[in-house]
Structures are given as C-alpha cells and as structure tokens.
T-cell receptor, first 111, second 116 residues
C-alpha cells in the first residue's frame, strides 16, 4: 500500500509571506492529522479531520493557519502570514483503527 | 491535558549492547494505546512497537521490547543487540481520548547514539 504523500519536501519563505502544504493520506483512512514539529521537540497536533469534518482544531493558530480537507481525501495546510516561529517540520498522518502512518513531512524555514 | 514525559534527552549505547529508553505518561483514560516511534534524519516517523493498555503482556518486536507498568504509567523501550542503524530520535506517544479523535500525544524525544 502506498504511504502518506506530502509536498513540498522543503520550503523557504520570508516572514509575512504565505505558504501551503499538501497531504494525500493512505486510501481508505478516514482520519487525518497535521502536526507541527519544532526542532528538538516532539510533534504537536495542529488539526484533525474525520473525513472532511474537523474533529479538533483547538491548537491551530487560527489567525494565521487554516486547513481544509475537501472531499475527505487530500488536505492542505496554509499559513498566512508566516512568522519566524513557524519554522518547523509539518507532518501529516492518517489513521485507520489503531494504525497510524506518517508522511515524510515538509521542512519550513521562515527567514 | 494528557502528557508524555521522556526524561532522557540523549542516550548512548555501544554496538551489540542493550539500552533502555524511559517514558512516563499521564492519562485518565481506561483504554488507550502506547507507541514508540523512531525518527531518523529523513523525518519519517517509523513505528517501532505498539502496546494496547488492556493487554498485560509486554509487546515485543524482534530486538525491541517494552516494559509496560500500567499502575505506574511507565512505558520503557529496551533495544537489545543495538545496531548502528538504530541511531535516531525516539519518541514515546500515547493516544488521546475519543473526544479528541485519538490523536497521538508525543514526548520530547530521546536522541540515541550508537557507537561502534
């Protein structure tokens, strides 16, 4: 089975610019998660989808971050405008039952 | 909020030796999963081992085993016969409750160095 696909792999932007990340989960996985992993820390949940509905976005900085999962399949995470502290790896994961699969992440550098 | 604590930022082990990584967690759930993930520089989170809280028997996967102490909320990972390829960041994680969609809560990680 194909894994969780994420793109781009790397992104460098200036502060106040906007950026978008894309995730395609494993086929049939209804639950999708976006995590932010700052260097030297563990991943922190940003938002979770069940099909195309949001289950938990309590830790998403909604003044600058947005996410959608149209048609309950792939998802995009957007940051606008970016801040220096948004520099991190953004990981996408999908789940079916007790099995979680992660993508390789997007490393964002904000300069 | 549920928390996962890894008290060892770095650990070192010699090739072929055994090392134990520590993890404690805090949950009010009666049923949950615990995980150890390995993250090499490629950033891919690779599942090492999974433990279901209702199972008393400790999970084992080849050279990897856990010591699950439910009452103490402790979940340590033992790596036997360490290999150079085991060098990576290791993260302990627990599932959140159903209201939070069983999202994973991660510790801060332990960096494992394997020396020849």
């Amino acid at each position: 089975e194909a894994g969780v696909a994420q793109s781009p792999r790397y992104k460098i932007i200036e502060k106040r610019q906007s950026v978008a990340f894309w995730c395609n989960p494993i086929s049939g996985h209804a639950t999708l998660y976006w995590y932010q992993q700052i260097l030297g820390q563990g991943p922190k949940l940003l938002i979770q989808f069940q099909n195309n509905g949001v289950v938990d976005d309590s830790q998403l900085p909604k003044d600058r971050f947005s996410a959608e999962r149209l048609k309950g399949v792939d998802s995009t995470l957007k940051i606008q405008p970016a801040k220096l502290e948004d520099s991190a790896v953004y990981l996408c994961a999908s789940r079916r039952g007790g099995g979680y699969t992660f993508g390789s992440g997007t490393r964002l550098t904000v300069v | 909020a549920q928390t996962v604590t890894q008290s060892q930022p770095e650990m070192s082990v010699q090739e072929a030796e055994t090392v134990t990584l520590s993890c404690t967690y805090d949950t009010s759930e009666s049923d949950y999963y615990l995980f150890w993930y390995k993250q090499p520089p490629s950033r891919q989170m690779i599942l090492v081992i999974r433990q279901e809280a209702y199972k008393q028997q400790n999970a084992t996967e080849n050279r990897f085993s856990v010591n699950f102490q439910k009452a103490a909320k402790s979940f340590s990972l033992k790596i036997s016969d360490s290999q150079l390829g085991d060098a990576a960041m290791y993260f302990c994680a627990s599932t959140s409750n159903s209201n939070s969609g069983y999202a994973l809560n991660f510790g801060k990680g332990t960096s494992l160095l394997v020396t020849p």
